[in-house]
């Protein structure tokens, strides 16, 4: 399966792709969102894991945007800010289940991944 | 002193314990005591400033109207007894005018006339005549007084010297008061003689005796020198010496008051008696005569002090009760205020907690997946697939950031939760994740904490968040309580089909008994100055009524106290919108 990455921090999201790679999911990357609707029109993406607190474009709105271009992709949100607000809005957009708090376990990404693929309907290639 | 304590209104002893700039708008016992004052002077004063008024204005005028009539008295019995000796001194004018002085000295006319006065006026006892030697030259009487020589006497030496002579009373003739009146009269060649008359006073006695006197009062006559010339009631026997001081001599009616003590208190009025040697006196009592007045004085005084009684009450009563409304409205605004403070300390503490949180959490993230992609580079390589050590440092690494989240994440699940949600909520891991707060500091401190919940507790409905704040505050509230060394116990039950109990006993100080009442009540801190601000029981008093539970107290001094948190394991309470209360957290 392929998905992209969208957080601000370099740092944590190569590290994350890389280790996704290690996983056999093709993680691609960027740290800017305004980078990210480029990227979903190059290439079809089955999730796209977003951080909701970015600058200029929140993961909300990035949401809207990807949604617009490729109607199929699914979404995960990840934030390190859990303010009430934010929570319910993420929440409100996504659903409770769909919304993880850094720092996260890896396995619970991809168990999180496995369950989208498998509401998709769609064979995972591990 | 239970009674008086009872009477005490809340706000007395009222001790401002969070007493700061602003904080207070009232000194109650000052307004307290200065309303009273003003409302019980104002009320009071005139009150009582009427009756005194009222009891000299009414004094003077039932004096004045006794002065009056006691004068109107003396002056119309005065005329009376004038009138009667200036009868009888008329009689003799007549005579001596209308007989000669041959016939009058002819006993045997002397003695018609005598008769015929005695018939005609009565009280003639005899009658003489004497010459201007002094010697009684005819007589007519009940003695033999005929040649009598007077020219001695004094009562001659007068009659020669005024024309007319009025002697004091004296006791003669079978015992009976007499006066005698002698009048002088010239003859054509030049010399005179005396007609004298005995008259007895029983006529006068009479009308005196008959007098009605008010305030046992007695009226009598007497001479210069206070003998009595009468009987009187009260002052002595006839001829004796009066017990009262001869007033002085006054053309007209008098009347005195003589203070002779407090129930001796005479109203004399007096007067003296023309061309006699009487004085006639009335005396009353003072006592008597002001009974009346006395007694209405005494039903207004009664009065007054029904008044004054009943004006203290009420003002008392309505001052109390009133500046008790104003105290607990205070109280209100007061806890109010700390309640919004508390909750925008709350609200700051949150966002901080958040911010902090989200912080931390970024780098922990980047973190966690550097030393993840150092694991998944030394798993999946076959360099360092079989270093333990390594894999070891690397997973003590994964393990702390781990639970650096779980620290983080509880920031932010404390900073959440504003709205009374009711879910399914495991009581036992609510206590759990209470505790997890207070881990650490138990730790240093080396306090002893045993969980003991029963496995049949039911999970209840209840708002979680809330339920959190009451567990955490009465945690916090026993390490408040509890020595270095010390413990806390708290136990869970099922008591009946409807609620669960948990139990929070700590070994601490414990609570006055005095105090188990105020526990709840807001601002009641037993940690003033030490960072309690009161507020942190009355809270979770109020959490755990928002939950339809109770919250009791029991304690012994030195011995601990326990916190029984009683919850409805279904619960009727309705899902509503609304600020978090703020918990007290420290």
């Known amino acids: ?22 996983r056999n999911i ?10 990210a609707v480029p990227k979903v029109e190059e290439t079809c993406y089955d999730v796209a894991v977003l951080d909701i607190k970015m600058p200029r474009v929140d993961g909300i709105e990035l949401k809207k945007r990807l949604q617009a271009k490729c109607p199929d992709l699914k979404f995960i949100f990840f934030t390190g800010h859990g303010s009430e607000e934010v929570f319910k809005k993420g929440a409100s957009e996504i659903g409770e289940d769909y919304y993880l708090l850094k720092p996260i376990k890896i396995d619970h990404l991809i168990a999180k991944l496995v369950e989208i693929e498998k509401q998709k309907g769609g064979v995972f290639d591990d | 002193m239970t009674f008086l304590s009872n009477l ?45 008024i009222d009891y000299w204005v009414s004094y003077h005028s039932v004096m004045s109207e006794n002065i009056l009539r006691t004068s109107r008295l003396v002056s119309n019995t005065r005329r009376s007894v004038s009138y009667f000796l200036d009868e009888r001194k008329a009689a003799i004018d007549f005579i001596i005018l209308n007989e000669t002085y041959e016939l009058l000295n002819s006993t045997s006319h002397l003695e018609r006339t005598l008769k015929n006065l005695q018939k005609g006026f009565g009280g003639f006892i005899d009658l003489g005549v004497i010459n201007d030697k002094g010697v009684q030259i005819s007589y007519t009487g009940p003695y033999e007084l005929t040649g009598k020589d007077y020219s001695d006497a004094t009562w001659f030496k007068d009659a020669l010297d005024k024309g007319v002579y009025i002697s004091d009373v004296f006791l003669g003739f079978r015992n009976i008061p007499h006066i005698i009146i002698a009048v002088k009269h010239a003859l054509p060649d030049g010399g005179f003689y005396l ?37 009187s009631r009260y002052h002595g026997e006839i001829l004796s010496n009066i017990d009262i001081q001869t007033p002085e001599y006054s053309e007209r009616s008098q009347v005195e008051l003589i203070d002779r003590g407090p129930n001796n208190r005479l109203l004399i009025g007096y007067a003296y008696i023309h061309e006699t040697p009487f004085i006639l006196m009335i005396i009353k009592n003072q006592n008597r005569l002001m009974a ?13 002090l029904i008044s004054i009684t009943t004006t203290v009450f009420v003002i008392l009563g309505g001052i ?12 209100r605004r007061l806890q109010t205020m700390h309640e919004i403070e508390y909750a925008n300390k709350m609200a700051s503490l949150g966002r901080l907690s958040a911010g902090v949180a989200h912080e931390i959490n970024n780098p922990l993230a980047i973190i966690n997946e550097k030393a993840g992609l150092i694991k998944d580079l030394f798993t999946f390589t076959e360099k360092y697939n079989n270093d333990p050590r390594l894999m070891g440092l690397i997973d003590s690494v994964i393990r702390s950031v781990e639970r650096c989240g779980a620290i983080t994440r509880r920031l932010l699940n404390f900073a959440r939760h504003k709205e009374i949600k009711i879910h399914e909520v495991d009581v036992r891991e609510v206590v759990h994740e209470v505790l997890g707060f207070v881990g650490k500091e138990s730790e240093y401190r080396s306090i002893d904490i045993q969980v003991e919940m029963d496995p049949d507790i039911p999970e209840i409905k209840s708002d979680q968040g809330r339920l959190q704040e009451v567990f955490l505050n009465l945690v916090t509230n026993a390490f408040a309580a509890i020595k270095e060394g010390g413990s806390l116990k708290i136990t869970g039950a099922k008591t009946d089909k409807d609620y669960i109990v948990v139990d929070f006993t700590d070994d601490g100080h414990g609570i006055p008994e005095s105090d188990i009442e105020r526990v709840f009540e807001p601002f009641f801190s037993t940690r003033t100055g030490k960072g309690g601000t009161g507020l942190g029981l009355s809270i979770t ?9 109770t919250i009791k107290c029991r304690s012994k001094v ?18 509503k919108n609304g600020d978090k209360k703020p918990s007290e957290k420290q």
């Open chain 2, 8 to 52: 005490k209104p809340k706000f007395w002893d009222h001790i401002d314990i969070s007493r700061g700039p602003h904080k207070y708008l009232f000194n109650f016992r000052k307004i307290w005591k200065l309303t009273v004052l003003l409302t019980l002077v104002v009320s009071i004063i005139p009150l009582i400033i009427l009756a005194m």
């Open chain 1, 1 to 22: 399966m392929k998905i992209l990455l969208v957080d601000d921090e370099a740092e944590f999201v190569s590290a994350l792709a890389e280790r996704l790679s290690f």
């Open chain 2, 558 to 575: 030195g011995e601990g106290a326990t916190f029984t948190v009683t919850l409805p394991i279904a619960t009727d309470v309705q899902e």
């Open chain 2, 195 to 231: 007609l004298r008359a005995t008259i007895d006073t029983e006529r006068f006695t009479d009308l005196l005796a008959g007098l009605h006197v008010g305030g046992d009062g007695d009226a009598f006559l007497i001479n210069r020198e206070g003998d009595l010339q009468t009987p």
């Open chain 2, 292 to 304: 009346p007045w006395y007694e209405t004085q005494m039903q207004i005084t009664g009065f007054l």
């Open chain 2, 320 to 331: 109390t009760y009133l500046v008790n409304q104003i105290y607990l409205a205070d109280q």
């Open chain 1, 26 to 35: 093709d993680a691609d990357w960027v740290t800017r969102p305004e980078d």
């Open chain 2, 541 to 549: 008093y109020g959490l755990v009524q928002e939950l339809g539970g």
